[in-house]
């Protein structure tokens, strides 16, 4: 796997750090360690490994430290659903970064609180940090960042129902990421092209985003990402006829969300349910929950595997 290889070399970087009797470098490494294991799913590993780096940085009086300790812990505690944690951390470490004119981490931060905004339904305020982030972004000429603010407006977008101008802000980020060669943004790309297009009824494109972003998040072994994903591909099984797959995809979905520790956001649940009981009225309520706990019963690889057929069955949408 990727991220294991970084594992491997952040835990040797780490080792390094104590036989050399390196602080900033041990709470450094510390720090990407805990974004290894966020990205993975293993929260509670990840809130031990800030934690001793916040220690480790205020020991030392290293406020930037400080600060990207905060914005770190913020986002692993928006992924477990603690948004008035996250908002917390996420303005304290704000502060810092005006204080420290960092302007690339004040970017990342208005970001983040865009997307605490939007999990908590406000789209309007997550519009308006987007773009003051996406601003701030472009006054630095970080292309890597553009592409970042693009695709957070691209979400706004489609939460609200403006799926030819979020199709727009996601090509325009897909290009940026090419061109910078994060390609896992580029995946992540994929999955939000695969909403715009199937929002614009396009579902063969749809199903091409989709299955190009499952063999990414399966390779980059991002399990928080493939949740999100699982529920995407399920939605596109139920609008296109296919309400067994739908079911069995958000059953796998919520064991995953279960596993890592990640519930949905609650305006996320409602707008999932919604439109599964609008495109899936074929189907009994004893049907529908048989089917989810059947999605429960698979193992992960077994879940992608049922949702990569979906994507590539070539008369899936036709």
Excluded at 2 to 24: R, W
């Amino acid at each position: 796997m990727i991220a294991g290889a970084g594992v491997g070399i952040d835990t040797e970087a780490l080792a390094l750090s104590e036989v050399l009797g390196d602080p900033v470098r041990h709470a450094a490494c510390e720090s990407a360690l805990a974004e290894v294991a966020r990205k993975q799913g293993r929260f509670d590993e990840a809130f031990l490994l800030l934690d001793r780096a916040a220690k480790g940085f205020e020991g030392l009086g290293d406020e930037a430290g400080v600060g990207k300790v905060l914005h770190l812990t913020g986002t692993v505690a928006a992924q477990r659903g603690d948004y008035p944690k996250a908002l917390t951390n996420y303005e304290a470490s704000l502060a810092i970064r005006e204080r420290l004119d960092d302007k690339a981490s004040m970017g990342s931060l208005l970001s983040n609180l865009g997307v605490i905004a939007e999990y908590q339904g406000d789209y309007a305020g997550s519009r308006a940090f987007h773009e003051r982030a996406l601003a701030l972004r472009t006054d630095i000429g970080d292309r890597w960042a553009i592409a970042v603010s693009m695709t957070n407006l691209g979400m706004i977008a489609v939460l609200q129902k403006r799926f030819d101008e979020a199709r727009d802000w996601f090509q325009r980020s897909m290009l940026l990421n090419r061109e910078v060669g994060d390609t896992w943004m580029v995946a992540i790309c994929h999955n939000n092209l695969g909403n715009a297009t199937r929002g614009l009824g396009e579902f063969d494109e749809a199903r091409e985003h989709y299955a190009d972003s499952l063999r990414a998040y399966r390779d980059y072994d991002d399990r928080w990402a493939m949740a999100f994903l699982l529920e995407d591909i399920g939605v596109l099984a139920a609008l296109s006829g296919d309400s067994a797959t739908a079911f069995e995809l958000m059953g796998t979905a919520d064991a995953l969300r279960d596993a890592i520790g990640t519930p949905r956001a609650p305006t996320l649940e409602q707008e999932l349910q919604s439109q599964l009981d609008a495109a899936a009225n074929d189907l009994a309520d004893e049907e529908r929950v048989a089917l989810r706990a059947r999605g429960r019963s698979l193992d992960l690889a077994a879940g992608v595997a049922l949702a990569l057929e979906l994507c590539e069955r070539p008369s899936a949408f036709e």
